[in-house]
Every structure is written in C-alpha cells, then in structure tokens.
T-cell receptor
Framework: DGGITQSPKYLFRKEGQNVTLSCEQNLNHDAMYWYRQDPGQGLRLIYYSQIVNDFQKGDIAEGYSVSREKKESFPLTVTSAQKNPTAFYLC??????????????FGEGSRLTVL | RKEVEQDPGPFNVPEGATVAFNCTYSNSASQSFFWYRQDCRKEPKLLMSVYSSGNEDGRFTAQLNRASQYISLLIRDSKLSDSATYLCVVNSGGYQKVTFGTGTKLQVIP
C-alpha cells in the first residue's frame, strides 16, 4: 500500500543533542513538507520541498535542517539550536494538482520529547 | 488577526444532534478551502473540500461565504465516532501558503 512512513513514532532526547526524524513516501509525490504541532496551535510549516535537491524554509525553520537527496525521502534534523523542540512533528506529501484540491497526505507523526 | 481562526471548543453534543462549526480567514485572495479531521494523537486526514456553491458528503455539509470570509461545516445526526478535532485549512496559493486553523474539538456524548 502507498503511503508515508515516519520514524520513530516516539523519541526522547537530552538537551543539546541533535536528532533526525525520518520521512519516506512511496506515493511518487513531488512535494514534501514538515509541520510542527503544539497544543492549542495549528500546524506550522517548518520546511517544504517541491523537487529533489531543492527545499525552502517555512514559517519556523530556525533550529531545523532538511535534505532532499531522493524523491522518496525528506528527513528533518532538529538541532540543539531549536529552543523548544518538544512537539508533534508531521511529514506530508502532495502533488501540485492534489494540493489544489487540499489533499495533503500525512504520516502518522513523530512525537519528540526533550528531557 | 490570525490568518485562520476557529473556536477551539469543545463542543459537547448528544448523539443524533446537529452541530456546526465556523472558520474565518483573513486573506481575501485565498483560493481553496478544506476541512480536515484529526483524531487524538493522530495525523490529520482530509474530510472534504469546500466549494463556492456548497457541497455535501453524507451527513457532512460544507459551505463557503467569500463576502464574509468564512467557511462552515455542518454535521447532522452526530455519531460517537465523529468525536475528533476538525481543522479548517486555507490555501492562498502555492506550496507554502497552506494555513491550518487550530482546530475545533467535538465530543459526541451517548
């Protein structure tokens, strides 16, 4: 079955450590996104990528980094520079046509807790 | 003013009731509108698009009012399984212009 796989589902990290969240899709979608969700707030865009080897900062990119070396993969690194990294992270994908119809496909999310 | 605003709720309604949520948006150039459903600690999933003429999918009806810049979602004959958070989503054009509301929580009570 086609879909988006995020790993790990739960992750604990000590302050000062970098951590990388994996996102893989087999939907053949061109665009991929990373969102962050905090209680009482809407999803906020961290980074997005329209094509391989290209990505753009979203609204809250500080303290995060991404790469897009393959169409299927869009990993997110939460660096030690991110001041409040504890959150629910969601990866999504779409194609241009599907985006116009609002269809973002989400992974199941990764819940990061900084101890 | 937030780009997309929703009443966070919770809306507590009995089974079988009809409930409606509104969502206002600030960008008059917004092009497309959607409702997503998010279950507790799960990912959001597209519930339905919102068309200018209004649209219906079973017990769910979505409407758009461009003049007043709001969209609405009506749920008839509420089921326990409708309990979730409903996210309003507005696309103002382009990959980075998809804005999510904070969501409205619905709890359907037996």
């Amino acid at each position: 079955d086609g879909g988006i796989t995020q790993s790990p589902k739960y992750l604990f990290r000590k302050e000062g450590q970098n951590v990388t969240l994996s996102c893989e899709q087999n939907l053949n979608h061109d665009a991929m996104y990373w969102y962050r969700q905090d209680p009482g707030q809407g999803l906020r865009l961290i980074y997005y990528s329209q094509i391989v080897n290209d990505f753009q900062k979203g609204d809250i990119a500080e303290g995060y980094s991404v790469s897009r070396e393959k169409k299927e993969s869009f990993p997110l690194t939460v660096t030690s520079a991110q001041k409040n990294p504890t959150a629910f992270y969601l990866c999504a994908s779409s194609t241009p046509g599907r985006l116009n119809t609002g269809e973002l496909f989400f992974g199941e999310g990764s819940r990061l807790t900084v101890l | 003013r937030k780009e997309v605003e929703q009443d966070p709720g919770p809306f507590n309604v009995p089974e079988g009731a009809t409930v409606a949520f509104n969502c206002t948006y600030s960008n008059s150039a917004s092009q497309s509108f959607f409702w997503y459903r998010q279950d507790c600690r799960k990912e959001p999933k597209l519930l339905m698009s919102v068309y200018s003429s209004g649209n219906e999918d079973g017990r769910f009806t979505a409407q758009l009012n461009r003049a007043s810049q709001y969209i609405s979602l009506l749920i008839r004959d509420s089921k326990l399984s409708d309990s979730a958070t409903y996210l309003c989503v507005v696309n103002s054009g382009g990959y980075q212009k998809v804005t999510f509301g904070t969501g409205t929580k619905l709890q359907v009570i037996p």
